[in-house]
Each structure stands twice: as structure tokens, then as C-alpha cells.
């Protein structure tokens, strides 16, 4: 099942700097599969970014994670850091990853 997190326009000043003259909208959505619950865990919550450009013909990219956590707490606030930091698909896995690793990392101090 796919939920709607929240969209953003990509900031008109950063896509002049990058030569763009055409919008870019980024959507974001909270996906589980609850089909595939695991039986210990519960669900499975992943995301899926999907990005257009409104070019003279439309383009869109997307990628999508599945399986990123079983907390849908922590979804949740990967998505909000994922649109406060306009994440678009091709960033995807890279920033889940150093998120994955800024909690595990966090965890490791406060129990230290």
C-alpha cells in the first residue's frame, strides 16, 4: 500500500543555479506491504520517491525502498528529512543509508 507523505516544488533559486528553467515537483510516500507482514516485526515500512519535470514533455524518475524498517516512527521522520532536504529518487538510497547509520551510531553513545 502506497500512503501520500507530502510534495514539494524544488526550490526555484537552486534550479537556476543549476541551469534548470523548468519546475520539478517531488512527491513522497510512506509504502507497505502488508502481505508480506513478518510475523515478529509487524510491518515492513519502506518509501518511494517519485519526481517530474515539466519540461516541454513531461519527465518522471522514481525509486523506491522497500523494507527500510518495522518503525513507523522512524519512516516518518526519514521522509520528513528526505523533503526539508528536497531528496530526489537518485539520492534516495544514499541518504537512507546515512541515516541508517546516524541512528545506529547515535543508539551506540547513549548506551555507552
Known amino acids: 500500500m502506497k500512503n501520500f507523505f507530502g510534495s514539494i516544488f ?3 533559486d537552486k534550479l537556476e543555479e543549476a541551469g534548470i528553467k523548468y519546475p520539478i515537483k517531488v512527491e513522497y510516500y510512506k509504502i507497505t ?3 508480506q507482514k513478518i510475523k515478529e516485526n509487524g510491518l515492513m515500512y519502506g518509501i518511494q520517491i517519485i519526481k517530474t519535470e515539466y ?3 513531461i519527465g518522471i524518475e522514481q525509486n523506491k ?3 527500510i524498517t518495522n518503525d513507523e516512527k522512524e519512516i516518518m521522520q526519514m521522509l520528513e528529512k528526505l523533503k526539508e532536504n528536497e531528496v530526489t529518487p537518485v ?3 544514499d541518504v537512507i543509508i546515512e541515516l541508517k547509520k546516524l541512528k545506529e551510531n547515535t543508539q551506540i ?3 555507552a
Open 10 to 12: 524544488i526550490n526555484r
Open 33 to 35: 506491504n502488508e502481505t
Open 55 to 57: 519540461k516541454e514533455k
Open 65 to 67: 525502498l522497500e523494507h
Open 91 to 93: 539520492g534516495l538510497e
Open 109 to 111: 553513545s547513549y548506551n
